[in-house]
Every structure is written in structure tokens, then in C-alpha cells.
């Protein structure tokens, strides 16, 4: 069974930083993109994702609202990726879902989700 397990969220103040992981089980790996989208409360899931990476080569994306604050990475010994959110801002208060599949910046994209962890970042 394919399985993806976040962690990592939490409560942190406007300008500190959080770490999130995404640990990948009952997949072949490499064949994979593994991506964070977020959702906030009372909205749709956006349909394109924050981060993504793919496992095979580790080319990564980043949407340009948080370039230059978060950075995704791999660990393929670990199967899991991460992302590093740095000078968090209160507009990315969300649920964060890690996703996989053959493509991972679409939402379209995406075969497998993980549970979700919350993100609140106060002013």
C-alpha cells in the first residue's frame, strides 16, 4: 500500500521557520514527484503546488510566493522530503498535504495524498 505520513507542523510566530517531512511507503521511489500543497480553511485545495521535487534527479520547483523562504529536499536513503519554511509569514497559515505522483506542481497531478499537518503562523 502506497503511504505518505507528514509531520512537522505547528505554531510559530511571523518570521520563524518550521520544518516539514513527508516519509513515502510501498512506493518505487524514484519513479516518483513528490510536492506540499496547501489548503487553507474554508477554501479548495490550490491547485498548484507550493514546492515539489522530483526523486529520480532531484529538479525542484517553487512558487514564486515562496522563493527565497522555503526549500524542498530529498532523502532517498530515508524515502522522505522535506520542506523549510523560513520567515513565515501569516498568509501561509494552511493545511500542508504532501502528494505523489508521476507529476507533482498540478493538483491534477497527484495519486497519492498524505493526511495533512497544520501550519499557523500569528502576527
Known amino acids: 500500500e502506497r503511504q505518505l505520513v507528514e509531520s512537522g507542523g505547528g505554531l510559530v510566530q511571523a518570521g520563524g521557520s518550521l520544518r516539514l517531512s513527508c516519509a513515502a511507503s510501498g512506493f518505487t521511489f524514484d519513479s516518483y514527484g513528490l510536492g506540499w500543497f496547501r489548503q487553507i480553511p474554508g477554501k479548495e485545495r490550490e491547485g498548484v503546488a507550493v514546492?515539489?521535487?522530483?526523486?529520480?534527479?532531484?529538479?525542484?520547483y517553487h512558487a514564486d510566493s515562496v522563493k527565497g523562504r522555503f526549500t524542498i529536499s530529498r532523502d532517498n536513503a530515508k524515502h522522505t522530503m522535506y520542506l523549510q519554511m523560513n520567515s513565515l509569514e501569516p498568509e501561509d497559515t494552511a493545511v500542508y498535504y504532501c502528494g505523489a505522483g508521476s507529476g507533482c506542481i498540478d493538483l491534477d497531478e497527484i495519486e497519492v495524498w498524505g493526511q495533512g499537518t497544520q501550519v499557523t503562523v500569528s502576527s
Open positions: 514546492a515539489c521535487i522530483y526523486m529520480s534527479d532531484g529538479s525542484t
